[in-house]
C-alpha cells in the first residue's frame, strides 16, 4: 500500500492487487473464529473451512498480480488489522464482522461487482479483472454462509446481527484509521 502513481487507475489497480494480497489476515481471523468456537455442528466447521481456503486464494491472487506486474510485496509491511483487531472479541462476533458487516456490505454496489468493473473496463487488466471475477463469486457464497450461521452462533435473528456488525465496523474503522494516524506520525506510511 502506499505506492504513489501519476495514473488514478494504475494506483487504484496496484492497490486493489495489494490488498487482495494481505487477506491473508482474514484467513487468520477465520482461522481463530474455527479453533475458538465450540460446539457446533460439522457443517458450521466445513463451510468456514471452505471459507478460509478461498480467503488464502484470494492472497495468493494478489501475490500473482503483484509478482507479474514486478513489484516486491515483501518490501513493504502487511497488513494484519482484521485479525489484530478482532481477536480480542467472541468468536461469533468475529465471523459477523467479517461475514456479515464486511462481505455481505460488499454485496451492494459498487462493492464487489464495482472491483470487477473496474479492472475489466477501466484498467482493462485481464488478469487482475479474472481475480475480481472469482473473489466476487467467493463473497456472495461467503455472505451466504454468515447468514446461514451467525444467527446460530448469536441465537438471534439476521436484523439483529447486521446491528451487532454495524458496530464492529465502526470499530474496526476507527481503530485502522488511529494506527494509520501513528504509523503516518512515524513517517512510515
Ligand atoms: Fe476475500
Ligand atoms: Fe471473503
Not at 73 to 98: C, F
Amino acid at each position: 500500500m502506499g505506492i504513489k502513481f501519476d495514473d488514478p487507475v494504475r494506483e487504484r489497480l496496484v492497490s486493489m492487487m495489494r490488498v487482495r494480497q494481505e487477506e491473508m489476515t482474514a484467513a487468520e481471523l477465520l482461522a481463530a473464529v474455527i479453533w475458538l468456537q465450540k460446539g457446533m455442528p460439522w457443517t458450521f466447521y466445513r463451510d468456514l473451512a471452505r471459507h478460509l481456503w478461498d480467503e488464502i486464494r484470494h492472497a495468493l491472487f494478489g501475490q500473482a498480480a503483484l509478482e507479474a506486474e514486478g513489484y516486491d510485496w515483501h518490501s513493504r509491511p502487511q497488513y494484519t488489522s482484521d485479525y489484530d483487531v478482532n481477536i480480542e472479541k467472541m468468536p461469533g462476533t468475529q465471523y459477523a464482522w467479517l461475514s456479515i458487516g464486511i462481505e455481505e456490505g460488499a454485496m451492494k454496489r459498487p462493492g464487489k461487482v464495482g472491483e470487477f468493473e473496474f479492472c475489466r473496463d477501466e484498467a482493462k487488466h485481464p488478469l487482475m479483472a479474472q481475480f475480481q471475477d472469482y473473489d466476487w463469486a467467493d463473497e456472495v457464497t461467503h455472505a451466504a454462509f454468515g447468514r446461514t450461521w451467525t444467527p446460530e452462533l448469536f441465537g438471534e435473528d439476521l436484523g439483529y446481527i447486521r446491528e451487532v456488525a454495524k458496530h464492529e465496523l465502526d470499530h474496526f474503522w476507527g481503530e485502522v484509521r488511529k494506527a494509520h494516524e501513528v504509523a503516518a506520525a512515524e513517517g512510515k506510511v
